[in-house]
């Protein structure tokens, strides 16, 4: 699994163009899954995102999303796997199967939860416009793969 952490002031997410979520200060995060992702990624990657010390204290990187009592906005985004090696339109080879890749989304979603962080969710297959407001600019790439 691989993400893509950014801090913001606010964020927020147009599904299907009828359901908005949004939220405050905190995290918004674009979540992509490969093909031999697990539950163990997501309990990986779950834990390093709430504790991520990225926000100021101090004029100092010091504080997580936890510390700070922010939000979180997750976004499903399978292009994060998209390979460009060859010719100019990106390969999506190496994203899992939608249909398996969903359970994991879900899965994420729950624990994210169980964390008792405000947090909101984009749609899995759905058409998604999302709007932020980046931090710093403040932009972390994590993937569960190398630990």
């Known amino acids: 699994m691989k993400v ?3 801090r913001v002031l606010e964020s927020s997410v147009l599904i299907d163009n009828i359901e ?3 939220i405050k200060q905190g995290l918004m995060v674009l979540l992509g899954i490969t093909y ?3 539950e163990d990624d997501i309990k990986y990657l779950v834990n ?3 504790n991520l010390r990225i926000f100021k204290k101090d004029n100092k990187m010091d504080l997580s999303v936890k510390d700070i009592n922010g939000d979180i906005l997750l976004i499903p985004q ?3 796997y998209a390979n460009t090696k060859k010719g100019n339109r990106p390969s999506f080879e190496n994203a899992m199967k939608p249909d398996v890749a969903n359970l994991l989304f879900e899965k994420f979603k729950s624990e994210l939860l169980n964390t008792n962080i405000n947090s909101k969710f984009g749609k899995f297959g759905s058409h998604m416009q999302v709007s932020l407001i980046n931090d710093g600019p403040v932009t972390i790439i994590i993937d569960s ?3």
């Open 36 to 38: 031999n992702d697990t």
């Open 4 to 6: 893509v952490v950014q």
């Open 78 to 80: 399978f292009t994060l």
């Open 145 to 147: 793969k190398d630990r």
């Open 48 to 50: 390093k995102i709430i």
């Open 20 to 22: 908005k979520e949004e």
